[in-house]
């Protein structure tokens, strides 16, 4: 694939998800129970055909005994076999509120203004809290009718979303942030960090070849996740970290051949290439 290939498949990608899981149950008339994606779309919204599995989690002792569990259990068993093949592919091709956010990051970009750029200390801090959130999420208390995506997707969807006042400043501030920092939401999102344990486990893998490595640091600067390692290890060739969501745009800035590389089932599909002067 060509170097800017895999940003406009991405893009095409994000964009035909972003209304099909926002607005497909319109046409489709009905959810499809026995899929439940792993990726952050509202399943409170009657307009999507497809849920994420966020609802599911957060409302057990509503389907458990029911008799939807059937369905929803094979729905879990879906979401685990996805997670599992891919890992955070999904995150970056997929979900509806990571393209909320790359829209944003756009629009900035446009403006000129510049991102926050934060540290790895913090960086440490956000995947600790990252887990607060799994926690959260998997106890379910509250969750919710606090969770900014719904106060951002729903009315996306055309539809209220509920006057929780903290919910929607919440969704306020992770709207500011998402402006000033590429996939903000990312590093914390609860669904990605189950997703990203399957990561270095999935058919895909970012793979280096450290003694091509310049240590021009191209690399770590246009990462949205700012997994450092990527720029620092020399040694290991799976680079593929929890935290990664499969953007490419490492291995697209890289100005050495060969030195990244992106594979599928063992099949290289993108590998940086040597930029001419």
């Not at 609860?190 to 344990?197: L, N």
Request: charged share 20%.
């Amino acid at each position: 694939m060509k170097r800017r290939g895999i940003t406009i498949f991405r893009w095409v990608c994000l964009i035909i998800s972003f209304f099909f899981l926002l607005f497909s149950g319109n046409y489709i008339g009905q959810k499809i129970e026995w899929i439940k994606l792993p990726v952050f779309s509202c399943a409170l919204s009657p307009s999507s055909a497809v849920d994420s599995i966020c609802k599911t989690v957060v409302d057990i002792d509503e389907w458990i005994f029911s008799s939807t569990m059937l369905y929803t259990l094979i729905g879990i068993g879906v979401f685990l076999i996805l997670i599992k093949l891919f890992g955070r592919l999904f995150c970056g091709y997929v979900c509806p509120f990571g393209f909320v956010q790359e829209i944003l990051s756009s629009i900035r970009k446009k403006l000129k203004l510049p991102s926050l750029k934060f540290s790895q200390k913090t960086v440490t801090y956000f995947n600790i809290f990252k887990w607060v959130m799994v926690i959260g999420f998997i106890l379910g208390i509250g969750y919710c009718d606090l969770c900014p995506i719904r106060y951002i997707m729903l009315p996306l969807a055309g539809m209220v979303s509920g006057t929780d006042f903290l919910g929607i400043i919440l969704a306020a501030i992770i709207i500011g942030l998402a402006f000033f920092k590429e996939r903000i939401f990312c590093q914390i999102c609860p669904i990605g960090a189950i997703a990203g344990v399957c990561n270095k486990s999935s058919l895909a893998r970012i793979k280096k070849k450290g003694v091509s490595c310049t240590h021009c640091r191209a690399c770590i600067e246009v990462c949205p996740m700012d997994i450092h390692e990527i720029y620092e290890e020399r040694e290991q060739t799976n680079l593929t970290k929890q935290e990664c969501i499969y953007c490419m745009k490492c291995i697209e800035i890289c100005p050495e051949k060969d030195a990244l590389k992106f594979e599928m089932c063992g099949k290289t599909i993108l590998k940086s290439k040597r930029k001419t002067r």
